[in-house]
């Protein structure tokens, strides 16, 4: 794994230098878009709208648009904020570890320790796991502001990012606004449906049915010979578009054919 991020868990007068790392990373096959007609690739591009010349990404930038006016934002006014350059995973306050609603979860990353000596990464592990709290933490990542939840995970410190309590929409549902009555009996026979379905849970035990049978269709496909040329379908990539696979026996017999006619 790449470390995203360094910087240092700090609450009081502790600093915990650590790295920050993806947790987790998808599974799905990669597809891409292609007409129907010809199997050619759709490519999307980013044109300027003033000139219709495409833009690399390095050329881009944000803005803020009120209905009156636009706010251009470059990259050097993301980085001078104060918040942006703040290296630091701040420890707001200590909750019952129960109180952290699942609801507000977003993104998962592991913390691993960064110094020579990881006894304040372990020191504060193993403060979390005794008192069993989460730590509620604010910190800075890829130009937001995070408010996140700091825990234990198989020894590992895990920084689970939170949503802000005003992005969560209310449940209103009128249907259930009504009173229902069930029985003691229903209740009872629901009750044992459950416990006949009691185990405990083993993430492992599961797989994405869908993924595995769209590789099952790729590879029957490929079986069959219902494949296209990839230069017919994706098109020639250009020079210097970078990725390209060189055959390297080719590319020394083309260089000494060419060392011949300029000899």
Request: glycine share 6%.
């Amino acid at each position: 794994m790449r470390a995203i991020w360094k910087g240092a868990v700090t609450f009081g007068l502790v600093n915990v230098p650590v790295k920050l790392y993806s947790a987790t990373s998808g599974h799905d096959v990669p597809l891409h878009q292609v007409h129907d007609a010809d199997g050619g690739r759709i490519r999307y591009r980013r044109v300027c709208e003033l000139d219709g010349e495409t833009v690399p990404y390095e050329h881009i930038d944000k803005a803020y648009e009120d209905g009156e006016q636009v706010v251009v934002l470059t990259k050097e006014d993301f980085s001078a904020l104060p918040a942006e350059s703040n290296r630091e995973i701040e420890v707001v306050e200590f909750v019952p570890s129960d109180q952290v609603d699942p609801v507000l979860l977003d993104r998962t990353y592991y913390l691993e320790p960064d110094s020579k000596s990881p006894k304040a990464y372990v020191l504060l592990r193993r403060t979390l796991e005794e008192t069993d709290r989460t730590a509620i933490v604010k910190f800075a990542l890829r130009q937001r502001t995070r408010l996140a939840a700091l825990r234990v995970r198989e020894e590992v410190l895990t920084l689970q990012t939170l949503l802000w309590a005003d992005e969560i929409r209310e449940a209103e549902f009128p249907s259930l606004d009504g009173s229902v009555s069930v029985s003691d009996k229903e209740l009872a026979m629901s009750a044992q449906l459950v416990s006949s379905y009691e185990s405990d849970f083993t993430p492992e035990d599961y797989t994405d049915e869908y993924q595995v049978q769209l590789r099952q269709l790729i590879d029957a496909k490929i079986e069959k010979g219902d494949t296209m040329d990839p230069a017919e379908t994706f098109g020639e990539k250009e020079e210097g578009e970078g990725g390209e696979v060189i055959d390297l026996m080719d590319a020394l017999r083309r260089s000494v054919e060419g060392a011949k006619k300029t000899g």
